[in-house]
């Protein structure tokens, strides 16, 4: 007759459910490197989640400001002196632009159309480090998107060889000798995919916002150059 004491034992044994962290304890050195690499990847990936969320909406507003300012100034190099360039991209656009309606109108306007082409260049550029200026940060999403799976799946591949090992070193291929192992393995492709995918997601929806700035300032620096055009014709 079985004894009753050994399903008590059992019972308090045995786990009712899965602990990540008394799996990350129990695990491979090779397969804790894995996990706490991943782990720090997902952190500072959630880190540039949240700034770059919150950048990106103080940039939109000052941005936003500072245009309607514009449409209503009379005197573009008297509202740059107030207002500076410091704070935002559009400043920034127009701080280009009047930099080099400075520089080309200092000793009279001989080739208008090559002064409309220097400050259509101007802008263009400014427009597009803006862009980059932004986007610097999204390669990390990027490549932990790309690379924290495999990176997840190395450490799988890892510690089901090493429940191998531990199935030839004790002789005995039953479930309870190889399945802690196979859980530490499977949990380091879990950790992969919770880094990998959070950092694609923010990655698309971020590049979509970036291309969608970019593309609103530089109508904005199209409609600039618009109005220094017809500034241009009067001199």
Same mark, same amino acid.
């Given at each position: 007759m079985t004894n009753p004491a050994f399903f008590m034992l059992s019972a308090l044994t045995v786990p009712s459910r899965l602990d990540p962290l008394q799996l990350f304890l129990d695990a491979d050195? @090779? =397969?804790?490197? =894995?996990? !706490?690499g991943l782990l720090l990847a997902s952190i500072w990936t959630w880190m540039i989640i949240v700034s770059f969320s919150l950048r990106m909406g103080s940039v939109r507003?000052? &941005?936003? +400001?500072?245009e309607e300012e514009v449409w209503q100034a009379d005197d573009f190099d008297a509202l740059m002196k107030q207002r500076g360039a410091r704070d935002n991209p559009s400043a920034r656009v127009v701080s280009a632009a009047m930099s080099e309606w400075r520089r080309s109108t200092k000793g009279g306007v001989k080739d208008r159309e090559g002064l409309r082409q220097r400050l259509a260049g101007a802008m263009s550029g400014? @427009? !597009?480090t #803006? +862009?980059?200026d932004l986007a610097n940060r999204l390669n990390f999403l990027a490549t932990v998107g790309s690379v924290a799976p495999f990176v997840g799946l190395f450490g799988t591949v890892w510690g089901i060889m090493n429940s191998f090992f531990q199935i030839g070193s004790q002789s005995n291929s039953s479930l309870a000798v190889v399945a802690p192992g196979i &859980? #530490? !393995?499977l949990f380091a492709t879990a950790i992969g995919l919770f880094a990998a995918i959070p950092a694609v997601i923010a990655y698309n929806r971020f590049s979509h916002a970036v291309n969608a700035f970019e593309a609103r300032l530089q109508r904005f620096a199209d409609k600039f150059h618009a109005g220094l055009s017809r500034q241009l014709e009067s001199l």
């Amino acid at each position: 007759m079985t004894n009753p004491a050994f399903f008590m034992l059992s019972a308090l044994t045995v786990p009712s459910r899965l602990d990540p962290l008394q799996l990350f304890l129990d695990a491979d050195i @090779v =397969v804790k490197a =894995v996990l !706490a690499g991943l782990l720090l990847a997902s952190i500072w990936t959630w880190m540039i989640i949240v700034s770059f969320s919150l950048r990106m909406g103080s940039v939109r507003r000052k &941005s936003h +400001a500072f245009e309607e300012e514009v449409w209503q100034a009379d005197d573009f190099d008297a509202l740059m002196k107030q207002r500076g360039a410091r704070d935002n991209p559009s400043a920034r656009v127009v701080s280009a632009a009047m930099s080099e309606w400075r520089r080309s109108t200092k000793g009279g306007v001989k080739d208008r159309e090559g002064l409309r082409q220097r400050l259509a260049g101007a802008m263009s550029g400014q @427009v !597009a480090t #803006e +862009a980059d200026d932004l986007a610097n940060r999204l390669n990390f999403l990027a490549t932990v998107g790309s690379v924290a799976p495999f990176v997840g799946l190395f450490g799988t591949v890892w510690g089901i060889m090493n429940s191998f090992f531990q199935i030839g070193s004790q002789s005995n291929s039953s479930l309870a000798v190889v399945a802690p192992g196979i &859980s #530490e !393995a499977l949990f380091a492709t879990a950790i992969g995919l919770f880094a990998a995918i959070p950092a694609v997601i923010a990655y698309n929806r971020f590049s979509h916002a970036v291309n969608a700035f970019e593309a609103r300032l530089q109508r904005f620096a199209d409609k600039f150059h618009a109005g220094l055009s017809r500034q241009l014709e009067s001199l």
